[in-house]
T-cell receptor, first 114, second 116 residues
């Protein structure tokens, strides 16, 4: 049962434009959300996170928005750069679970066209 | 900071043999380490969670006798795939967390296992 869902598996965007990645979750116990970036044959790299007490977190070109009532979050990358071409994973955690295990979505492939 | 290494990066072994993969946190102490498996075009599948000095907690459907996990120190965890079969061929990734109150996991570069 996929608790974290990323639809639209691939996205192509022109350099300089905005990339928007969406993520939906089903478990209402999730209270911390993370985005990871992954290049082929490498491990994921932490990008940005957000706690459920916030609805927005911004770090440079990356902004994550959280809509708890809709159980939806999104990652905005602006402006997009060719180096942003990668697979982006949405992940979620429930603090009451102890070890802070992460549930991952299937990932979104982003291609930034120069 | 927060660098995690894995060794080897890729390994080819014959069916029936065992393979050990090491995961090390290089610049921090990892009280918790996680082992994942990734199939092509699929999400990261959590296999098990290990805390230093205690037995690993395996996810449902993961055979603990086949995937042996040891977390003997705060900087090292090992995954041993025993009696490997071709269907065990996959990309194995470890991650490390700095503590029970730390949500961020820092991932290793992964190990590509091919069983012939």
């Amino acid at each position: 049962d996929q608790q974290v869902k990323q639809n639209s598996p691939s996205l192509s965007v022109q350099e300089g434009r905005i990339s928007i990645l969406n993520c939906d979750y089903t478990n209402s116990m999730f209270d911390y959300f993370l985005w990871y970036k992954k290049y082929p044959a490498e491990g994921p790299t932490f990008l940005i996170s957000i706690s459920s007490i916030k609805d927005k977190n911004e770090d440079g070109r990356f902004t994550v928005f959280l809509n708890k009532s809709a159980k939806h979050l999104s990652l905005h990358i602006v402006p997009s750069q060719p180096g942003d071409s990668a697979v982006y994973f949405c992940a979620a955690s429930a603090s009451g679970g102890g070890n802070n295990r992460l549930a991952f979505g299937k990932g979104n492939q982003v291609v930034v066209i120069p | 900071g927060a660098v995690v290494s894995q060794h080897p990066s890729r390994v080819i072994c014959k069916s029936g043999t065992s393979v050990k993969i090491e995961c090390r946190s290089l610049d921090f102490q990892a009280t918790t380490m996680f082992w994942y498996r990734q199939f092509p075009k699929k999400s990261l599948m959590l296999m098990a969670t290990s805390n230093e000095g205690s037995k690993a907690t395996y996810e449902q459907g993961v055979e603990k006798d086949k995937f042996l996990i040891n977390h003997a120190s705060l900087t090292l965890s090992t995954l041993t795939v025993t009696s490997a079969h071709p269907e065990d061929s996959s990309f194995y990734i470890c991650s490390a967390s700095q503590g029970a109150h730390s949500y961020e996991q820092y991932f290793g570069p992964g190990t590509r296992l091919t069983v012939t």
